[in-house]
């Protein structure tokens, strides 16, 4: 029997996701957001929403009009520092954030779609992240009513070098919305450039994995070793096209080398 992923538009891809649910958002910086798919949720309505992305878009754009929306009541990020409205929420005592360093952000996205429940790092060894103290949420008035809590840490000596590694466990959500470039009717997915930083382990983490493609293939038109992530992973898929927006986070100018 064929196996065909594909939804018509991204409206019918997320009709299902309630109130409360957890989902795991593609995407680093403004390369590979999942924008149709953010957009038809917003028009959906779901909210009190826990996210896991890498940020939360910018103002008016990606995961930052979920935010406006007032549809976000817990962040786990690792980049917050482009969105002014994320800001002004968190310190006012809107918004949870649990702040995660980036790259143990993305290996408990996933280890969590890998079936692993917890791994020791080095990362965050000696700090706040370990030792807990991190603010989480505020109240109106400027005083920490949440923080992190201490995690175990544990000496190891892999190599022969004993050091301190602290426990970080895996994340595995409701939902996992992504971008891709391309994808074929069994979901499996090609990524671009930066887009695949993040994208493959959010889109592992999800229980249900709804991804967005430009451009959709049938079974067999992507070259098995090109695949990025494998259509086990995936159970939605709708296409977008490749004429929508892509916008660019922050642009910088290289001055012109003086001449000799």
Known sequence: M?????YATAAL?????????????GGFGLSGNPVQLIEALL???????????NNCG???????????????????????????EFARRYLCGELELELTPQGTLAEKLRA?????????????VGTQVAEG??????????NVVQASSPKDVRTFAPGGTAAEYVLEESI???????????????????????????SPPAAMAGRICIAQVEELLEPGQIDPDAVHLPGIYVHRIVEVGRN????????TVRPRPAEA
């Open 58 to 84: 910018v103002d008016g754009w990606g995961l930052g009009i979920l935010l406006e929306a007032g549809r976000i009541r817990k962040m786990t990020s690792s980049y917050v520092g482009e969105n002014r």
């Open 172 to 198: 595995v959500t409701d939902f996992a919305l992504v971008h891709a470039a391309r994808g074929d009717r069994h979901g499996n997915l090609v990524f671009n450039k930066a887009a695949r930083q993040f």
């Open 133 to 142: 103290g991190l603010p989480q949420r505020y109240d109106g008035a400027g």
């Open 13 to 25: 891809a997320v009709a299902d996701i309630p109130d409360g649910a957890s989902l795991a958002v």
């Open 2 to 6: 064929a196996i065909d992923k594909t």
């Open 244 to 251: 929508i927006e892509k916008r660019i986070e922050k642009r």
């Open 112 to 124: 969590g779609g890998a079936g692993i429940a917890a791994f020791y790092t080095r990362t965050g």
């Open 43 to 53: 028009a959906q309505g779901a909210g009190n929403l826990s996210v896991v992305s």
